[in-house]
């Protein structure tokens, strides 16, 4: 059974996993509903005039100030009862939570689905603000309520199962790559290096993450220091203002991530937890870059036998890998990223996350 209308509420709308994962379902063809919209919690994302540019309507609220949120959840009611949507789809812990509270006020709870999504394995709440450890303590409560809960790793679902969540049914949809926008580009490579002055000979590690406690970035810069004669690509919002050893190249937010990938010779994850199912990996590993990841959510079932899981907060491990690797000569490199490519497009592409994703709202319509 098709949807005719899903709504998505999603916290905000900024460059990281769950928001790229929405736009690539929203986006995709065939649509997963006859109509898709979207609803941000915050305003000023960018990857709400992405979604716009390609027809998707976008709904951004405001609800920065605690005040605004009973006006917002009005707003968000009204707007489920308006468009009668078939299934409202929660996005992270913030949507999730604003979904059912509004489609409960919306009157349409006998007949709209809600579905939650959990984007993240077990989070250290102590580095976090009170408020979010207050929704996710809400989340776990409430948690029987959704129709059904989605998580994009089984470490997710089993870190979310000791946190109180308690599922009336619940679902694994790994995250999609779209495995043709990420590919090996031997001419980005070039132009990449030639701009950022790398040689064409040196050893480029691409990581790729916006500035967070989960990704650890400072072990990756200790990790990096122990590295002189390997350079890397650090990407994402917030590491344009880090300190780093000179063998770093602090880039921030970027657009062209598949340009930069290209470029490097290993796609690397720090990250010390929370992470769920890494975009960034599986996109680098999907370019033709062999991986190496710390042992977080499902890094090691992303990762296979195509490269090296190492403990989190390890940064002696994760140097020791990133030389293993690179001393490996440039004829195992290149089938290890032949491998890595193929473990993506047959287990993570983006078609297939699609096809899931249709299969699991048919099921939950159909109930």
């Given amino acids: 059974m098709r949807p005719r209308r899903i709504l998505h509420v999603i916290t905000d709308l900024y460059v990281g996993g769950a928001e790229t994962m929405l736009a690539r379902l929203v986006t995709a063809k065939p649509g997963l509903a006859d109509e898709c919209a979207v609803v941000s919690l915050l305003p000023d994302g960018p990857v709400a005039g992405e979604l716009r540019a390609a027809g998707v309507p976008v709904v951004e609220l405001d609800l920065r100030n605690p005040f605004a949120a009973p006006g ?9 009862a308006e468009t009668a949507p078939d299934i409202v789809q929660g996005w992270m812990y913030h949507g999730d939570l604003a979904a059912l509270l509004a489609l409960a006020l919306s009157g349409r709870r006998g007949s709209t689905r809600l579905a939650w999504n959990i984007r993240c394995s077990r989070l250290d709440l102590a580095q976090y603000s009170r408020v979010l450890r207050l929704v996710v303590r809400a989340c776990a409560a409430l948690s029987a309520r959704p129709d059904l809960v989605l998580a994009n790793s089984k470490a997710g679902m089993d870190a979310h199962r000791a946190l109180g969540y308690r599922p009336r049914r619940a679902e694994i949809v790994p995250n999609g790559i779209d495995v043709e926008r990420y590919r090996p580009d031997p001419a980005a490579r070039a132009a990449i290096r030639g701009e950022l002055g790398i040689a064409d000979g040196a050893i480029v590690l691409a990581h790729v993450a916006r500035l967070d406690p989960m990704k650890d970035h400072a072990g990756f810069l200790r990790a ?3 590295l002189p004669d390997v350079q890397a690509l650090m990407v994402g ?13 602090r880039l921030g937010r970027r657009a062209d991530i598949p340009r930069l990938l290209a470029a490097a010779d290993f796609a690397v994850s720090s990250s010390a937890f929370g992470e769920g199912f890494s975009n960034a990996l599986a996109e680098g590993m999907a370019c033709g870059l062999p991986p190496v990841a710390t042992d977080v959510g499902d890094a090691s079932i992303i990762v296979g036998d195509t490269g090296l899981i190492v403990p989190p907060r390890d940064p002696d491990a994760f140097a020791r890998a990133v030389w293993a690797l690179a001393r490996e000569s440039a004829e195992q490199r290149a089938a290890r990223g032949a491998r890595a490519r193929d473990h993506i497009v047959r287990n993570f592409s983006l078609a297939q996350a699609r096809a899931r994703f249709a299969e699991v709202y048919a099921g939950l319509l159909a109930r």
């Fill in 224 to 226: 990096m220091a122990k």
């Fill in 72 to 80: 917002g959840l009005v707003r968000l009611a009204r707007l489920i």
């Fill in 237 to 249: 919002a917030g590491t344009e203002g880090l300190a780093a050893p000179g063998n770093v190249h």
